[in-house]
């Protein structure tokens, strides 16, 4: 038996890597809003979260396998039955080190791991969102992707791999938005700095007290209110925007 949502006024969200980190703090944050939530990561649906709902509306989606994508996008579009999808959430990130911790340089990164990280943080955004445009047109949706500092400057700590897909999903942001824009689908990005999660690397807090004019880390609940605000009818005109979240350290 599918569980499809009831014809309600609750908007609906779905959020990839919703299992921790940011994309934990993205989907208590939407339900705080009183926005129905379908999360997808790989994990089972984590006991943290606090509504009894959330366990049934989990997708386990493995995102560097395109039939697993499909699969997922099978399942919202089940769940959804009539309803429409207000806001799609492409939060799931990798950020391989080498084995000591360190950067991964180019010269240092083989093949299969460049093309994993572009399959997870690039690819699989632009196959779910291709399988989910139907219900994000009939909503009038939108769409909001998670980029980072690293798309745009070298960065200490994040790879060459991961720079690239984070390059490659801000240029995907602004082709969405050109493209989904005359459908009614706003499609942004936020573009997160340092950040309290397990991705951070050993060296990150002398680096912030340095280069981050605000002197300290975000916190992930800074980055959920900013999602939610570009997701809301408040950013109604907001179309291909990127926003910086890192306490100006884009500034240096
Ligand atoms: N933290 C920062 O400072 C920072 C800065 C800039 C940008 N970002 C970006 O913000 C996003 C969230 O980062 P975070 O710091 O919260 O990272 P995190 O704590 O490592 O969480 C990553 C999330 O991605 C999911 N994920 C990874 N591989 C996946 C796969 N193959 N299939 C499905 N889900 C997968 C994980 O879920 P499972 O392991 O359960 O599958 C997890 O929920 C990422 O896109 C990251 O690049 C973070």
Partial sequence: MIDTFQPSARPIVAVTGASRGIGHAIVKRFHEEGWDVLTLARTPFSTVCPWAEGIV?????????????QRAA?????RLADRGLDALVHNAGVSPKATDGGRLGAMDTDADTFRHVQMVNTVAPLILTRALLDPLTLAGGSIVTVSSIAASQVHPFAGAAYAVSKAGLSALTRELAHELGPRGVRVNAVSPGEIGTSILSPGTDAMVARDVPMRRLGDPREVADVVLFLASR??????????PINGGQHLA
Avoid: F
């Fill in 57 to 69: 509306r989990h997708v386990e989606t493995d995102l560097s396998d395109e039939g697993s994508i």
């Fill in 74 to 78: 099978g399942t919202i579009r089940d």
């Fill in 234 to 243: 408040g950013a109604s005109y907001v179309n291909g925007a990127e926003i």
